[in-house]
């Protein structure tokens, strides 16, 4: 299959850890960059976290960074995030996304061909 599918999302406190997983079924990780995004209600679309496809380190955005960590497994063609520390503003709808890479770069893509149809991720005391 050609799909990516988003799990793990639900209900946290202020404060608590989540780890999200995307399923990557049919993508060979070694050749899509892959990056974690996230939309609130009434916000545009913001891209959290992105990994190239040279090496293994994540680049995150200023809003999340010491607090999520990017990872992948690609023998098991699977992305996560993990949340921890997480705040109010870190509610929204969360999606990962693969962009193809015909070569080895060390910056994340400014666009992605294939996204996950998302799993929500709620904020709340």
């Known amino acids: 299959q050609w799909q990516l599918v988003e799990s793990g999302g639900g209900l946290v406190q202020p404060g608590g850890s989540l780890r999200l997983s995307c399923d990557a079924s049919g993508f060979n990780l070694q050749y899509y960059a892959i990056g974690w995004f996230r939309q609130a209600p009434g916000k545009e679309r913001e891209e959290v976290s992105c990994?190239?496809?040279?090496?293994?380190?994540?680049n995150y955005a200023d809003s999340v960074k010491e607090r999520f960590t990017m990872s992948k497994d690609s023998a098991k063609k699977t992305i996560y995030l993990q949340m921890n520390s997480i705040k109010p503003d870190d509610t929204g709808v969360y999606y990962c996304a693969v962009q193809y890479m015909a070569s080895r770069s060390q910056v994340c893509p400014s666009r992605y061909s294939y996204w996950g149809q998302g799993t929500q991720v709620t904020v709340s005391s």
């Open positions: 990994i190239s496809t040279s090496g293994e380190s994540a």
